[in-house]
C-alpha cells in the first residue's frame, strides 16, 4: 500500500500542472527531493485532543457544540482511519506559553468572566461556561504538543481536534467562538523554543482568520495565505494588515473550482517561493457545501486536495512538518467526513 501510494503521488508531481514553470523550474529535482523526504518520514500521524475540550457549553443550540468532536472521533472510526493515527492526550498550556500571545490583563479578564454556573456571554456569539478555560487550556496545549512531537521527529505530522477553536482570538480580545488563538500560540512556540525561521500558516475556514492575521502580522518569520467567504463575518481580510498576509477572498456561492484556482495561482507560488520549515493549517470545514454557517460550496474532495498539496509542500521544504488545528465546521456529518478525508491524506501520504 505505501508503494502504491508513492507511486501515486510520483505520477501525479510528474503530470501535475498546478506548479506553474517559472515556480518549478527543475520538477525532476522536486519530485527526487520529494521522494527522499517522504521515504525517511515515520512514525504515526498524531491525534491530540483531550475529554475536557467536550466540556466547553456555549448552551443548548450553539452550533460550536461538543457534538463536533464526537462526530469527528465516529467518522474516523467508521472509516478505520483512527486505527492508523497515534492519539496523544493534549497538556495544558503553560502561563509562558500563553504570554507569548495574550497579555496579563486579557488572561485576568477570561478568569473574571468564568462562572461557576451557566454562561457569561463575552460577546454577542460567544460564551463562557464552567468548562471554558480548562477546555480552551488544553486546546492551545494540544498546539504547543503538535510542535513539540514534529519538531523532535516524534511524528511526521499531526491533527489537534480540540475545541473552542482559535482563529478569531485577537491577542487582548475574544470573538467569534474563540478564546485562546491556539495556532498563534503554536507558532511561537515553534519560532521561539525550536527557532524556525520561516513558519507558514494557511487557514481554508469560511471566516477569516483575524486574530491570528492580528497576532502575526508583520514578523518576516511567517507566511499566512488565506482564502474565506466575503462580504461575511468578522467583515474584514480584504485588505491585509501586514506584507506578510495574502487573503483570498471569495463571494458567496463560490465553490471547489474557485477554492482551487485561488490556491494554485495564490497560495502555492507564494509558498514555493517562501520554503516554510514547518505548516500550521487552521483547518475549518465551514465552507462544505452542507455547512449552513456559510454560503460557500466545498466538498470532501476538495479538503483532500488541498491538503495533498500542502503535504507536498511540506515533503519539498519542511521535512513533512505540519500542524493542523480544528477550527470551524458545523454540520456534523459534513465535518465528520471532511475531517476524514483531510486525516487521511495526513496520515496515508
Not at 483512527?82 to 495574550?102: K, Y
Not at 480540540?162 to 503554536?186: Q, T, Y
Not at 482564502?227 to 467583515?235: D, G, W
Amino acid at each position: 500500500m505505501e508503494r502504491d501510494c508513492i507511486c501515486t503521488r510520483l505520477r501525479a508531481l510528474f503530470i501535475d500542472i498546478t506548479y506553474p514553470a517559472p515556480i518549478v523550474r527543475n520538477k525532476e529535482s522536486h519530485v527526487l527531493t520529494w521522494l527522499k523526504n517522504r521515504l525517511q518520514r515515520s512514525g504515526l500521524t498524531a491525534y491530540i485532543t483531550h475529554p475536557d475540550c467536550l466540556q466547553h457549553n456555549m448552551g443548548v443550540g450553539h452550533p460550536e457544540c461538543p457534538e463536533r468532536l464526537i462526530a469527528i472521533r465516529d467518522q474516523l472510526m467508521a472509516s478505520q482511519i483512527l486505527d492508523g493515527l497515534q492519539e496523544i492526550e493534549a497538556p495544558e498550556v503553560t502561563e509562558q506559553q500563553l504570554a507569548r500571545v495574550h497579555p496579563p490583563h486579557y488572561l485576568e479578564y477570561l478568569e473574571s468572566c468564568s462562572p461557576s454556573i451557566g454562561t457569561f456571554r463575552v460577546d454577542p456569539d460567544t460564551a463562557m461556561s464552567a468548562g471554558t478555560l480548562q477546555a480552551a487550556r488544553r486546546a492551545a496545549g494540544a498546539v504547543v504538543k503538535a510542535v513539540e512531537l514534529v519538531a523532535e521527529d516524534k511524528a511526521p505530522n499531526a491533527f489537534c481536534a480540540v475545541r473552542p477553536p482559535g482563529h478569531h482570538a485577537e491577542s487582548g480580545k475574544a470573538m467569534g467562538f474563540c478564546f485562546f488563538n491556539n495556532l498563534a500560540i503554536g507558532v511561537t512556540h515553534a519560532l521561539s523554543h525550536y527557532q524556525f525561521e520561516r513558519v507558514a500558516v494557511i487557514d481554508f475556514d469560511v471566516h477569516h482568520g483575524n486574530g491570528t492575521e492580528e497576532i502575526l502580522r508583520d514578523d518576516p518569520r511567517v507566511l499566512m495565505v488565506s482564502v474565506f467567504q466575503h462580504p461575511f463575518y468578522p467583515y474584514c481580510g480584504d485588505a491585509p494588515l501586514g506584507p506578510n498576509m495574502h487573503n483570498v477572498p471569495l463571494k458567496a456561492g463560490s465553490g471547489g473550482r474557485e477554492f482551487r484556482e485561488a490556491v494554485e495561482t495564490v497560495w502555492l507560488p507564494l509558498l514555493h517561493d517562501f520554503q516554510p520549515q514547518i505548516l500550521f493549517i487552521s483547518a475549518g470545514f465551514d465552507a462544505h457545501r452542507e455547512d449552513d454557517m456559510g454560503s460557500l460550496g466545498l466538498v470532501e474532495a476538495d479538503y483532500e486536495w488541498v491538503t495533498r498539496h500542502l503535504m507536498q509542500i511540506a515533503d519539498l521544504y519542511a521535512d513533512g512538518r505540519v500542524v493542523s488545528v480544528l477550527e470551524g465546521g458545523y454540520d456534523l456529518s459534513a465535518l465528520g467526513r471532511s475531517v476524514a478525508a483531510h486525516l487521511r491524506v495526513l496520515s496515508d501520504g
